[in-house]
């Protein structure tokens, strides 16, 4: 037979019991963060009507940017985490069904409709995600610390800041 609570609420079983004391809370961390993204992500999936391959590579595009975010070297430059994994999953959204015959080339549809959504933190990385942006003035990186350079006839990653620490 159980023994009712001395307070005789039902919810203080929980708060004085010696398993509930040493139940311990974790504060909010980074996957936390990232697993709402994706759920943010997934609505957008939904609203704009990602064909089922477009699903699964813009899953496979934001689980790898959620990885290189999680393994930032200590000291490295601040970025904007929530705006790099959701431009990742989001990429590709100038791809929607919805989008269909327009003209225009994916990457800046996929601006276009961040923009319009308010997810302005995205816009860019969404613009100038297609490697051939970078034949592309407008489009190409404007600084030297920009991640992707261009030698001879092959595109090359500057790794002395971006890479991860070893």
Same mark, same amino acid.
């Given at each position: 037979?159980?023994?009712?609570?001395?307070?005789?609420? /039902?919810?203080? =079983?929980?708060?004085?019991?010696?398993?509930?004391?040493?139940? !311990?809370? !974790?504060? !909010?961390?980074?996957?936390?963060?990232? @697993?709402?993204?994706? @759920?943010?992500?997934?609505?957008?999936?939904?609203? $704009? &009507? $990602?064909?089922?391959?477009?699903?699964?590579?813009?899953?496979?595009? #934001? /689980?790898?940017?959620? /990885?290189?975010?999680?393994?930032?070297?200590?000291? =490295?430059?601040?970025?904007?985490?929530? =705006?790099?994994?959701?431009? +990742? $999953?989001?990429?590709?959204?100038?791809?929607?069904?919805?989008?269909? #015959?327009?003209?225009?080339?994916?990457?800046?549809?996929?601006?276009?409709?961040?923009?319009?959504?308010?997810?302005?933190? *995205?816009?860019?990385?969404? &613009?100038?995600? +297609?490697? $051939?942006?970078?034949?592309?003035?407008?489009?190409?990186?404007? @600084? /030297?610390?920009?991640?992707? !350079?261009?030698?001879?006839?092959?595109?090359?990653?500057? @790794?002395?800041?971006? *890479?991860?620490?070893?």
């Amino acid at each position: 037979m159980m023994r009712s609570s001395p307070i005789g609420r /039902a919810d203080s =079983a929980t708060q004085t019991s010696p398993a509930a004391r040493t139940v !311990r809370t !974790r504060p !909010r961390r980074v996957n936390s963060e990232l @697993t709402q993204l994706s @759920t943010k992500a997934a609505g957008f999936f939904e609203r $704009y &009507r $990602y064909p089922d391959w477009l699903v699964a590579h813009s899953r496979i595009v #934001g /689980a790898i940017a959620e /990885a290189l975010v999680a393994a930032r070297r200590r000291g =490295a430059a601040k970025i904007d985490t929530e =705006a790099v994994v959701l431009a +990742a $999953y989001l990429h590709d959204i100038g791809r929607s069904p919805l989008l269909e #015959g327009d003209p225009r080339d994916h990457n800046i549809l996929s601006g276009l409709v961040l923009a319009a959504e308010g997810e302005g933190a *995205c816009v860019e990385l969404a &613009r100038r995600h +297609a490697i $051939y942006t970078v034949l592309d003035p407008g489009l190409a990186p404007r @600084t /030297a610390e920009s991640p992707m !350079r261009r030698r001879g006839t092959e595109t090359t990653a500057m @790794t002395s800041r971006y *890479c991860l620490k070893r």
